[in-house]
């Protein structure tokens, strides 16, 4: 499980999957997305724009992403 700390108050899905370094490049990701690779909260999302906030649960070929903000628990 990879844990990712916000630094603003949202960023995008494909942003997630490229800066955690689940995907190579932005390109990979929007195709990985769009193929619905890739689950928000146990749902699968095909909107690489999708906002991604404080306490969302990304899963993208078997690894777990968890989002936190900085300084929550």
């Not at 700390?5 to 769009?34: H, M, N, P, T």
């Amino acid at each position: 499980m990879i844990t990712f700390y916000l630094k603003d108050d949202f960023i995008k899905l494909g942003q997630v999957l490229k800066a955690s370094g689940l995907c190579e490049s932005g390109v990979d990701a929007k195709y990985d997305i769009i193929n619905g690779e890739v689950t928000v909260n146990g749902e699968v999302e095909e909107r690489r724009g999708r906002k991604i906030v404080s306490g969302d649960v990304i899963e993208y070929k078997g690894d777990k992403v968890v989002v936190k903000k900085k300084g929550d628990e």
